[in-house]
């Protein structure tokens, strides 16, 4: 498997996809449900940290339950979106964070 290009937290611009980091959730938020085309969905925001700084992380259904506060994570194939001017990263439709060990 070939080794994923890793990006820096500093790095990340809006709109930007395919995003490789592995960091630290520093701080996790409330989580709340909403209904949203029938569909009960869940969010929860967060802080995600490395060696570069900080970025909203906005996690989302299943992700917003798994993890903790100080959990070493890395996210793959993420997306950073932009809401309210504030760049925020996801694991989007396609990618998936990961807990590391």
């Known amino acids: 498997m070939e080794e994923l290009k890793q990006n820096k937290v500093s790095e990340l611009r ?4 395919n995003v490789n980091v592995i960091g ?3 701080e996790l938020g409330e989580c709340r449900s909403f209904n949203k085309f029938g569909k009960e969905l869940r969010v929860c ?3 995600f940290s490395d060696d ?3 970025i909203k992380l906005t996690l989302w259904n ?3 339950s798994k993890f903790n506060e100080g959990e070493k994570v ?3 194939n993420g997306y950073v979106g932009e809401f309210q001017g504030e760049k925020q990263l996801t694991s989007g439709k396609f990618g ?3 807990k590391i060990e």
């Open 14 to 17: 809006a709109g930007q996809g």
């Open 24 to 26: 630290v959730i520093k």
């Open 45 to 47: 925001n967060a802080v």
């Open 52 to 54: 570069s700084g900080d």
């Open 62 to 64: 299943d992700d917003a």
């Open 74 to 76: 890395k996210i793959v």
């Open 96 to 98: 998936q964070i990961v």
